[in-house]
């Protein structure tokens, strides 16, 4: 489904992007931990990893949005000129909606429950388009039924009387509202069943073509994102640990861990092809001193429990954070 990637100056740059937690042991400790990307105009890339790796927290970082108790620890993520971890919060707004549009988790839980599907996208309209009365209202109706929601009823409906695969729709088109350039995806078919699932990564698929949106897709499901995206960033315990275009990765992983998710997204029967241990992944606080996958890994040496590694190249566009693997040791 993914379309030709139109390439050119950077919309979105993140730089050394750290985010800090309340430790469990006291004081602070990183959730993400340097993470730097870029995207374009057009450009489509999935964030992908497990429960509790940093996705969310990263995406929402990019709307300035860093949500208490976390706290910026350093890093910047420019949009045009605007970092928007450290612009006043004038400059912030004028920057979400209008070219960043953010579709959450959970959108039931987000949309506000005592307003109708109408009034929070005329309202979305009136802020970033400077649109009201009839011209907000037509819009509105437009915007829901692009989303495949074209009933007037809709209009009328509070989020409480939608179901999930109708809310993510409502998201989506309050999303759109502001007539963004970039669509930030936060799990956006987490509960849906598949059938349901398949509509909305269609539309995105569809809108994203029509509107000329790059997107950041958030998930854990890498099927996924392969079926919407061209590049992947693999994210695990608060850092990228392996970088590239989908096909590639989906097709020759490197790292341990992309293999292990290339393994579920296929249906292969998990940890015993790979030799993969099934312990969960550390949290924020207790990483180990060497590589962060490194108790869950079968590729590991000694050297992986005292080193840290970077993230190294492995080819055109490629990156991985493994020297196992990069010296000719792995799979």
Not at 229 to 243: D, P
Not at 249 to 278: C, F, I, K, M, N
């Amino acid at each position: 489904m993914a379309a030709p990637e139109p390439g050119g100056a950077s919309l979105l740059k993140a730089s050394g992007l750290r985010i800090e937690v309340p430790a469990a042991t006291g004081g602070w400790a990183p959730a993400v931990d340097g993470i730097s990307f870029e995207l374009g105009p057009g450009e489509r890339t999935a964030l992908v990893g497990e429960s509790g790796a940093g996705k969310s927290l990263t995406a929402m970082a990019l709307l300035g949005l860093v949500p208490p108790p976390a706290r910026l620890a350093g890093g910047s993520v420019l949009v045009g000129d605007t970092d928007m971890l450290r612009a006043d919060e004038a400059a912030r707004r004028a920057v979400r909606g209008r070219v960043i549009g953010f579709v959450p988790q959970e959108p039931a839980s987000s949309l506000n429950p005592v307003l109708s599907m109408g009034f929070q996208i005329r309202e979305a309209l009136r802020l970033h388009r400077g649109l009201d009365g009839t011209e907000a209202r037509r819009a509105a109706r437009e915007l829901l039924a692009s989303v495949g929601l074209p009933d007037g009823e809709f209009l009328r409906a509070y989020p409480h009387q939608l179901s999930g695969g109708q809310a993510q729709r409502a998201a989506l088109a309050l999303a759109l509202a502001g007539g963004p350039r970039l669509l930030v995806a936060d799990e956006p078919t987490t509960g849906l069943d598949l059938t349901t699932q398949g509509g909305v990564l269609h539309l995105l698929d569809d809108l994203g073509r029509e509107h000329s949106l790059a997107l950041l897709l958030v998930t854990h499901d890498l099927a996924v994102a392969t079926a919407l995206v061209r590049k992947v960033l693999i994210m695990y315990a608060g850092e990228l640990v392996e970088t590239g275009p989908v096909d590639l990765l989906a097709r020759t992983p490197l790292h341990p861990y992309t293999v292990r998710l290339v393994a579920a997204a296929r249906g292969e029967p998990g940890s015993d092809r790979q030799g993969l241990r099934t312990c969960a992944a550390p949290p924020p606080g207790r990483w180990p001193a060497g590589c962060r996958f490194e108790p869950r890994c079968p590729l590991a040496r000694q050297a992986c429990r005292t080193t840290h590694p970077g993230l190294a190249t492995a080819g055109p566009g490629h990156a991985v954070r493994c020297p196992v693997v990069l010296e000719g040791t792995g799979p």
